[in-house]
């Protein structure tokens, strides 16, 4: 089993910036994608970003290129999400998530879950 607890999230303005945490815990699953989701009200959980434990390569969804960071510390067993330039539409709970997808963006594919962080994006 692996236990995920997300931290970091807030109310911030838009065009602040957040940074997210992902502590990770029990078995280490390798090789394995960490990846971000998050679900804003009413709508389905959307894959935001991932990266690869072995090799560290990383993949965004379009909506955050060039404002999200994904990076990930294998020693400390850490994932992290460096969010800048948010806007009103990054409101939402983000989870962090670790499987061995077929597809980075496939949200079932997903083994372990964290029970998620709140961020707000004020206008």
């Known amino acids: 089993q692996v236990q995920l607890v997300e931290s970091g999230g807030g109310l911030v303005q838009a065009g602040g910036s957040l940074r997210l945490s992902c502590a990770a815990s029990g078995r280490t699953l390798s090789p394995a994608t960490l990846a971000w989701f998050r679900q804003a009200p009413g709508k389905e959980r959307e894959f935001v970003g991932a990266v690869t434990r072995i090799g560290g390569n990383t993949f965004y969804t379009d909506s955050v290129k060039g404002r999200f960071t994904i990076s990930r510390d294998n020693a400390r067993n850490m994932l992290y999400l460096q969010m800048n330039s948010l806007k009103p539409e990054d409101t939402a709970v983000y989870y962090c998530?670790?499987?061995?997808?077929?597809?980075?963006?496939?949200?079932?594919?997903?083994?372990?879950w964290g029970q998620g962080t709140q961020v707000t994006v004020s206008s």
């Open positions: 998530a670790v499987g061995r997808p077929r597809s980075v963006a496939v949200t079932n594919d997903y083994l372990y």
